[in-house]
Every structure is written in C-alpha cells, then in structure tokens.
C-alpha cells in the first residue's frame, strides 16, 4: 500500500498515474488537493462529487478526459488540504510507504515497485 497527494492539474502527478498503472498488486490511496489554482479546485471538486470517482479521475490523469460537472459535500477535499498542510506538502506529487519513507516529485515504476517492497513487513 501506498499514499499519494495529488493535484490534477499536475503534469508530474499525470505521469506518476501512468507509472503507477505499471505495479500489479498495489493499493494506491489518492488524496487529492488543489494546490495549482481555481482550475484545479473545480476539477478536484468534479472528481469526488463524480458517481464513480476512481474511473473518473483514472480518465482524466490517463486519458485528459474532462470530469463532467457535479456537486456535492467537499468536506473531504477541506480535510485532504489540511492533512497535506500538517504534513509539510506543498508540492505535488508527494507519495508516503507503509514504512513513513516520504518521496516528493515524480519516480518511475522500478523505483516504486523497490521502495514497496522495502516496505513490507
């Protein structure tokens, strides 16, 4: 397992979702927070309000597939920037191992898929 804060305006982040999709056996839990501007507010707001939140935001970061509007209790989002903001993450993307090894910025497949392994009991 795996965490991610992620904006999905970040190009970086849009690359690490293609790296990402590389690993079989990972649960990846994405904690998504607008850092880039108003665009990226509406569009994080678009993805959790969406009926099926994992395939609209995978269709936006693989595929720039726009999420359609919605709306709906933002609170989680409140709560993802917050988290972000106790933690020192101001930049995206910023990945965290079950071992609370912290990697800011974009890594490639091989690299991950090493630093899970390092993470396993």
Not at 17 to 32: C, G, N, P, Q
Request: proline fraction near 6%.
């Amino acid at each position: 397992q795996m965490a991610v804060f992620e904006d999905p305006n970040c190009s970086y982040c849009k690359r690490l979702h293609r790296e990402l999709a590389k690993i079989d056996d990972v649960t990846v839990h994405v904690f998504l927070i607008p850092v880039l501007g108003e665009d990226s507010v509406d569009k994080t707001q678009r993805i959790w309000c969406a009926r099926d939140k994992a395939k609209t935001y995978t269709g936006w970061m693989l595929n720039n597939q726009p999420p359609e509007a919605a709306t709906c209790d933002i609170a989680a989002i409140e709560r993802n920037s917050k988290l972000a903001s106790v933690h020192g993450i101001n930049g995206t993307p910023t990945l965290f191992f079950t071992n609370d090894k912290r990697v800011p910025g974009f890594i490639a497949a091989d690299r991950i898929e090493a630093m899970l392994k390092e993470s396993r009991p």
